[in-house]
């Protein structure tokens, strides 16, 4: 969940780009060394020198301050809070729609949007998937109440990755043409079965 900011604070604060700078080297080895989950911002406050409000000044939230540390898209973090601004009524739409308007917004390829400055491949990837484990699956998981709840919400990430694959590196018509308003309605409605229609027999 979402470590939430501080008030921001005025004045000094704002030419503080040699602590920022310190705060992303904190985090970045941090990160690396302990996960996502395991990296908490008090202790990459305690690695910079600084105190914790200034990185909540600087980044906003944990999920913020690891979009910046691995140059993920800034509207990254957002966007995937506004999955879960509602409940599970049109929780299927929120999450196609949430993918799609950052990656039509984004001038790189979706991989490099996500995990460009990650140090290596395999660090990149580990990060990643914790971080979408987390952020993503484990909250879509937490809000059913189904003994299925981790697959189902597992399926949604399935229907994200072959949509991304499927429009944006592979480019496979007629989904790379297709509107983003057409693809949100229609998976849209597939990823709300995932998380809410009844389970085989």
């Known amino acids: 969940m979402a470590e939430h900011s501080s008030p921001s604070r005025p ?3 704002r030419s503080g780009a040699e602590s920022r700078q310190r705060i992303l080297e904190a985090a970045r080895a941090l990160f690396r060394a302990h996960g996502y989950g395991g990296t908490t911002v008090r ?4 690695e910079a020198g600084v105190d ?25 973090p957002p ?7 509602g409940g599970l009524d049109g929780i ?8 799609l308007e950052n990656l039509e917004k984004s001038d790189r390829t979706p991989l490099a949007m996500l995990t460009r400055s990650a140090p290596t491949h395999d660090q990149s990837e580990a990060l990643l998937r914790e971080y979408i484990d987390r ?9 059913l109440d189904t003994p299925d709840a981790a697959l189902r919400a597992g399926m ?5 990755l072959g949509l991304t694959v499927a429009r944006y590196l ?15 309605a229609r998976f849209g409605a597939i990823a709300q079965h995932c998380l809410t229609g009844s389970a085989p027999p």
């Open 11 to 13: 004045g000094r604060w």
């Open 170 to 184: 592979v480019r496979v018509e007629p989904i790379a043409s297709a509107s983003v308003e057409e693809l949100v």
């Open 52 to 76: 914790p409000a200034m990185v909540f000044y600087f980044f906003g939230t944990k999920q913020g301050l690891f979009a910046a540390a691995i140059e993920m898209s800034a509207q990254v």
């Open 156 to 160: 949604v990430n399935v229907q994200l």
């Open 79 to 85: 966007a995937i809070e506004s999955i879960f601004t």
């Open 135 to 143: 952020e993503i699956t484990g909250r879509l998981a937490a809000m």
């Open 92 to 99: 299927g739409e929120r999450v196609i729609r949430a993918l």
């Open 43 to 46: 202790a990459v406050a305690a």
